[in-house]
């Protein structure tokens, strides 16, 4: 069975920072992409950014420049570094990971984190 959970989620002040980190486990024989994505009351899950195996990212045009997201294939952990946040980032920030397993690949979902931003 494979579990992905994130941590790191809360409240934070409009310029501050926090990291998320999201760890999967189980069988695995290998993770091919990692990402986050957020959603809020209202609105639409989006992509945040998302990480391959081999290091390539894609980020949210609205995050570019103040989030970062890395990730470490030996502890099957990926994790979201969110500087200079803003009330709009204010969401429950869900952790992706694509997972090969013995059988095939299949996505998983984590259990999803609240982050809030304050003005």
């Known amino acids: 069975q494979v579990h992905v959970v994130e941590s790191g989620g809360g409240l934070v002040q409009a310029g501050g920072s926090l990291r998320l980190s999201c760890a999967a486990s189980g069988s695995i024989f290998s993770i091919n992409v990692m990402g986050w994505y957020r959603q809020a009351p209202g609105k639409q899950r989006e992509l945040v950014a998302r990480?391959?195996?081999?290091?390539?990212?894609i980020y949210a045009d609205s995050v570019v420049g103040r989030f970062a997201i890395s990730r470490s294939n030996a502890k099957n952990t990926v994790y979201l570094q969110m500087n200079s946040l803003k009330p709009e980032d204010t969401a429950v920030y869900y952790c992706?990971?694509?997972?090969?397993?013995?059988?095939?690949?299949?996505?998983?979902w984590g259990q999803g984190t609240q982050v809030t931003v304050s003005s």
């Open positions: 992706y990971a694509r997972i090969v397993t013995s059988a095939r690949p299949l996505d998983y």
């Open positions: 990480i391959t195996i081999g290091g390539t990212t």
